[in-house]
Each structure stands twice: as C-alpha cells, then as structure tokens.
C-alpha cells in the first residue's frame, strides 16, 4: 500500500478535539510510527502550538523532520450566516484558509450547518461557491461532508450542492460513517461522478448505540471491525474510477484505548487490509 495516499486524521490520532493534548512533535511522531506520511490537524492545535513558542518556521521544521505534511484541516460550517463564533463564524472561515494555505494542506473539509443552516439550498449553494473561490486561490480543495444532523445529509445532495456550485476547487468527501448511518448502499456512489469525490473519511462501527452524535463520537471501530459493508463499498469505489485518498478517522473508545503510535499503526494496517481487498489504490492529487 502505498502510503502516501493515507491520512491519519486529526480527531483520530489526538482523540477527538486532540483531548489527548498531543503536540505537533508528538502527533507527527505517531504517525510516522505507524505508517502514514500525511496528517490531519487542527486549527485550536496550531493556535496552541504558537502559543507555547513555537513559530511558524519551528512548526515546518518539525513537519520536515519526521517527514510528514498536513494533507487536510477543517472545519468550516457554510450556509449558517451570521454567527459570531465557532466554525460558521467569517472568522473562522478566514482563519482556517490561512491555517491551510500556511502548512500546504490540499482539504479543507465543511457541511452544511444543523437546524439553523439556510433552508434554501440555493443560498447554501452560494457559501459554498464563496468558499471553493476562496480555496482555489490558494490552492487548496474545499469539500463537501454530507452528516446526518447537518442540512446536507446525503452523498446525493452533497453532489446537487458541489455540482451546482461548479467550481474546479470543489468536491465531496465521503465518510463512510455517515454514509452507512443515513442508510447508504454501495451502488450509491455510482450517481456521483467519479471525479467529485475527492477525499474518503473511513471508519467501521457496529449496530448504533444511543443517539446518533453520541455514536459517532464515541463508538467508531477500526475499518473491518464492524458491520459497514466497507469493502463492497471501496470495491465499487474503485470500479466506479474513483482514486481519492483516504484519511482514517476511527473516533472514541476504540482508537482512545490504544498509545497513539499503536493506534496509528492499527488504523493504517485495518484499512490497507480493507483497500486491498477492495482492489482500491488511493492517490493524492490536487487540483
């Protein structure tokens, strides 16, 4: 497996929201322990970072020293106008494309707001535009992630909103979590062009427990662990003539039970067990 098409996500290696309090040096070191060579990372982990000294040139030395980029960072929350804070906020959203274009990371991961997102998908449909000119500028993707709770819900209504939009920066981003918990099918992905899918998130879990947020946040499993169909569903990725990377993104007690440096190690073996047995070859590229 070639490992520069894998990511280790940011809520995965450091816990979700990093609460396992890993520096970059730490959270690099884990990485390249257990296989990957490309990192999710945080804007709050930056910011900590440069508060506790560290410069922007001490923070790419210590990318090139355990040879490692940062591939992707999120999150922005688009068609949720006016929010003074948090990651619908303009702040935010200015703050993590410096953030992006600063550490070269090519994804920049956003849904479409909860109950108080835009009823119209058109207005959501203009953000989103918005954002994908912004990106594009400097060269990095802005994707799409459809969530069960978010105005977005589906592969197929992520896809309306990129199509729509039509700009070269943008995409969607597959996370097969959300995908199987709002009763996706592998042949799905089959509406969607191939090139629109830009990114796949990946992770396993078993029958949902309690409420929705809940599960996604806690009970995550390392892919080949659960019951998704995530072979048949990377199989048909790859038929489909789909070659995004894949970042893994296993979230709760599963990954949290292990040292990071081991959690890292399991997430890249379980799923270049599950790609290879899908017969999928990830790549990275740009835009």
């Not at 400097?138 to 994707?143: N, P, V, Y």
Request: hydrophobic share 50%; with cysteine; charged share 20%.
């Amino acid at each position: 497996m070639n490992p520069d098409g894998l990511i280790c996500a940011a809520h995965a290696i450091g816990g979700l929201l990093n609460h396992r309090g890993l520096t970059l040096d730490q959270r690099c070191r884990a990485a390249r322990d257990g296989g990957f060579r490309r990192i999710g990372w945080g804007l709050e982990d930056y910011r900590r970072e440069r508060a506790a000294g560290q410069s922007d040139a001490d923070i790419d030395a210590t990318l090139d020293r355990h040879g490692v980029a940062v591939a992707e960072v999120e999150f922005v929350m688009i068609g949720t106008a006016g929010a003074a804070d948090g990651p619908a906020s303009a702040e935010t959203r200015a703050d993590l494309l410096r953030f992006a274009a600063l550490v070269g990371a090519r994804h920049l991961v956003c849904a479409a707001g909860g109950p108080d997102a835009a009823p119209d998908v058109a207005a959501i449909v203009r953000d989103y535009r918005a954002l994908c000119e912004a990106a594009g500028e400097q060269g990095t993707l802005a994707l799409l992630e459809a969530m069960p709770w978010s105005r977005i819900s589906t592969l197929a209504a992520a896809a309306e909103v990129v199509a729509a939009a039509g700009h070269p920066a943008g995409g969607v981003m597959l996370d097969t979590w959300h995908f199987h918990r709002v009763g996706g099918v592998p042949d799905d992905v089959l509406a969607v062009p191939a090139a629109m899918i830009r990114l796949i998130q990946i992770s396993d879990a078993a029958a949902p427990v309690g409420d929705l947020f809940e599960d996604t946040i806690k009970r995550r499993l390392f892919p080949g662990d659960g019951s998704f169909a995530l072979v048949d569903l990377i199989a048909a990725l790859a038929r489909h003539g789909v070659r995004a990377p894949v970042s893994v993104e296993v979230i709760g007690e599963a990954a949290d039970r292990l040292p990071p440096a081991d959690m890292a190690r399991r997430s890249f073996t379980s799923t270049a067990d599950v790609l290879a047995a899908a017969g999928y070859e990830p790549e990275f590229a740009g835009l």
